[in-house]
């Protein structure tokens, strides 16, 4: 088991920045990839970012690349998200998530543990 807890939401003008962050601990020898994901209101979850957890390699959506920035540090088991030039169509609950296996998708459905989510809102 891998327990994710995510932290550093919240309300942000329109341009501003956040840095979200996850902190994962259990059986976290065992995670390969760790991931953001976000959900908007009467929307699907969407993938936003991930990063292998060995050799760091990363992936972005095509909606976030140039803005975000996903972050590892292994010895303290934790992931961040670097939110720069936030707009208004990036409010959503972010969720952080892992896999303890290999996989090519970057699909929500590959992912087995998953946070509670923060809330991040940006005013216009």
């Known amino acids: 088991q891998v327990q994710l807890v995510e932290s550093g939401g919240g309300l942000v003008q329109a341009g501003g920045s956040l840095r979200l962050s996850c902190a994962a601990s259990?059986?976290?020898?065992?995670?390969?990839?760790m991931g953001w994901f976000r959900q908007a209101p009467g929307k699907e979850r969407d993938f936003v970012a991930a990063i292998s957890w060995s050799g760091g390699s990363t992936y972005y959506a095509d909606s976030v690349k140039g803005r975000f920035t996903i972050s590892r540090d292994n010895a303290m088991n934790t992931v961040s998200l670097q939110i720069n030039s936030l707009k208004p169509e990036d409010t959503a609950v972010y969720y952080c998530?892992?896999?303890?296996?290999?996989?090519?998708?970057?699909?929500?459905?590959?992912?087995?543990?998953w946070g509670q989510g923060t809330q991040v809102t940006v005013s216009s």
């Open positions: 998530a892992c896999r303890t296996y290999y996989s090519g998708s970057l699909d929500a459905r590959v992912y087995n543990y």
């Open positions: 259990g059986r976290t020898f065992n995670i390969y990839a």
